[in-house]
């Protein structure tokens, strides 16, 4: 083998490994972001669900991320809290979290960002594929939050929604628009 290959072949090797550490960088940053986002909690006196940024962060992951390493973002994130880091809103941590009240919402943020990932990197209208993707991953977690929470509750569905769907929808809209302005940059 001549030196020139041996070059090259140490050279792609460095390059993949470079490009490899990058990508698990920029999937725990997005794990940390949403972590850091979830402390930001305002309670509302009518539902144990608190409003937070996190979604923001969930949905920007599918989509600047791409929806395979939004989607490891938030398992990544997910994984974190449930082994004991203190990730979620009010610094909270454990299974029991995933088991609580927002724990339909939580375990949604992987295939939140997987949707929103997916549906924004349709090609064409730029712009309208990212606000239909950080809209759809929103109301897929607004819906699976209120579903677990009417299960875990046994409360009906339609008491369930003024608690879990309703009071989230007008700021899960303004994050959309916020998504498509970072969105817009970012890539």
């Not at 725990?28 to 509302?44: D, E, K, P, R, Y």
């Not at 730029?126 to 677990?148: D, H, N, Q």
């Not at 299960?151 to 628009?177: N, Q, Y």
């Amino acid at each position: 083998m001549n030196s020139s290959i041996h070059t090259t072949v140490r050279e792609t090797s460095r390059t993949g490994v470079g490009e490899a550490a990058a990508r698990v960088a920029r999937i725990v940053a997005f794990a940390v972001f949403a972590a850091i986002s979830a402390q930001f909690a305002v309670t509302l006196p009518y539902t144990p669900v608190p409003i937070t940024i996190q979604t923001l962060f969930v949905v920007l992951a599918g989509v600047v991320l791409g929806p395979r390493d939004g989607f490891y973002a938030m398992v990544t994130y997910l994984a974190a809290g449930a082994m004991g880091a203190p990730v979620f809103a009010g610094l909270s941590f454990g299974p029991a979290v995933l088991a609580g009240p927002t724990g339909g919402y939580l375990m949604a943020f992987p295939a939140a960002a997987l949707l929103a990932g997916a549906i924004s990197s349709i090609r064409g209208a730029r712009i309208l594929a990212v606000a239909a993707g950080a809209a759809s991953g929103s109301l897929l977690i607004l819906v699976m939050g209120t579903l677990y929470l009417s299960l875990i509750t046994g409360l009906s569905l339609a008491a369930t929604i003024p608690l879990a769907f309703t009071p989230f929808v007008a700021g899960d809209l303004v994050k959309t628009a916020v998504a498509m302005v970072i969105a817009g940059r970012a890539r």
